[in-house]
């Protein structure tokens, strides 16, 4: 878009009295002072253009709820965007911002504000007068620490941080008490305060792909969750307390170094979803059958040398990873997972199966490949895939009978 189109569809939406206005994805380098001229305008779209700088006019368009600067270049803000009071939305994701303007203090009645994927280092302590911010992105970002202040921002119920370079949390975000989803994957972040406990509103956590060697057991006390991402940190034990989690539906915690699990994890009783894989386990506490709810368990590329028989009470287990263990047996007692869809066996030590597993009717998928004392079934048979291998367990499993 030309400046001369520019000016005439500003004069237009001058003339016209229009309150909402889209100029996005217009390769727009650089706006107007003749913008100024809407002042009734509420919504502006400038999102997908090159501007690099916006000019002080733009502070006349005070009744401005919503602006949309996403995806432009913008260094810096100028102070005179304090003036929009009546902004509730501001994005300016994707953009080349260092800092903040304190004057940003000034938007009062923001609730949401975006500013992922920029370049910032710090927050103005400033940014505590945004008493009504609802969500703040702040993902993405170069953000080492953040102001004690933050702990001001009471009314925040979402807050991104993850993407940045977070050494540590002050402990006042334990003051954040509305807060239901806190994401913090991707930083530095090798311990959590123990105040963390006091966000009691939490439903998502997420923690993975930082340095974390241990979890406080005031985690204990986000009894709200149903969603904790903990994998790709440096975790060697989970505290039991971590079984008053009882909403968790998720629980990701593989890629860590963990050697045992808690027999506390029983008491997770609605969980899904549970993923232990590539940690050090080398044994399951019989408690784990008490998660009658799962759907998913991964354990593969663990040291388990066997399951415990209590593994069959999953009766509503659908995918079942062991592969690259240590297995050298498998519990008669896993034909009970009559629900299974998915069984990985590969990279083993098994040397038979129990025939017990032709009772798994639903099985499509079943891996063996690389058991190489396996002699039951033989190799020809593994061969020919899922469905030979039931015809063939089922086999010795009548035999069995038949001879009982």
């Known amino acids: 878009m030309t400046n001369e189109e520019l000016l005439q569809i500003i004069e237009q939406v001058a003339k016209e009295k229009v309150t909402e206005l889209d100029l996005s994805n217009n390769q727009l380098m650089s706006l107007p002072p003749e913008i100024s001229q809407l002042t009734n305008l ?16 733009i502070s006349q368009l005070t009744n401005l709820t919503q602006l949309y600067l996403d995806n432009n270049q913008l260094v810096s803000l100028p102070p005179e965007i304090s003036q929009l ?3 509730t939305q501001l994005y300016l994701a994707g953009n080349q911002l260092m800092s903040l303007p304190p004057e940003i203090s000034q938007l009062t009645n923001l609730t949401v504000l975006y500013l992922a994927g920029n370049q910032l ?40 941080l993850h993407n940045n370079e977070l050494i540590f949390l002050p402990s006042e975000i334990g003051q954040l008490t509305n807060l239901t989803v806190l994401s913090l994957h991707n930083n530095q972040l090798s311990s959590l305060p123990p105040e963390i406990g006091q966000l009691s509103n939490l439903t998502e956590l997420s923690l993975h792909n930082n340095q974390l060697d241990s ?17 790709n940190n440096q975790l060697h034990s989970l505290p039991p307390e971590i079984s008053q989690l009882t909403n968790l539906r998720e629980l990701h915690l593989h890629n860590n170094q963990l050697h045992s699990l808690p027999p506390e994890i029983s008491q997770l009783s609605q969980i899904r979803v549970l ?59 896993i034909g009970q997972l009559t629900n299974l869809t998915e069984l990985y066996l ?31 079934p033989p190799e020809e048979i593994v061969e020919q895939g899922t469905q030979a291998i039931l015809t063939y367990l089922q086999q010795q499993l009548e035999n069995i009978q038949t001879n009982s």
């Open 42 to 57: 509420t919504q502006l779209y400038l999102d997908n253009n090159q501007l690099m700088s916006l000019p002080p006019e």
């Open 85 to 87: 009071t009546h902004l």
């Open 121 to 160: 280092i710090t927050l103005p302590p400033e940014i505590s007068l945004l008493s009504n911010l609802t969500v703040l992105y702040l993902a993405g970002n170069e953000l080492i620490f953040l102001p004690s202040e933050i702990s001001q921002l009471t009314n925040l119920t979402i807050l991104y």
């Open 215 to 231: 979890l406080p057991p005031e985690i204990s006390q986000l009894t709200n969750l149903t969603e904790l991402h903990l994998y």
């Open 275 to 333: 993923y232990l894989h590539n940690n050090q386990l080398s044994s399951l506490p019989p408690e784990i059958g008490q998660l009658t709810n799962l759907t998913e368990l991964s354990l593969h590329k663990n040291q388990l040398s066997s399951l415990p028989p209590e593994i069959s009470q999953l009766s509503n287990l659908i995918e079942l990873s062991l592969h690259e263990n240590q297995l050298s047996s498998l519990p008669p007692e």
């Open 346 to 376: 590969h990279n083993n030590q098994l040397s038979s199966l129990p025939p017990e597993i032709s009772q798994l009717s639903k099985l499509i998928v079943l891996y063996l490949h690389h058991n190489h004392q396996l002699t039951s």
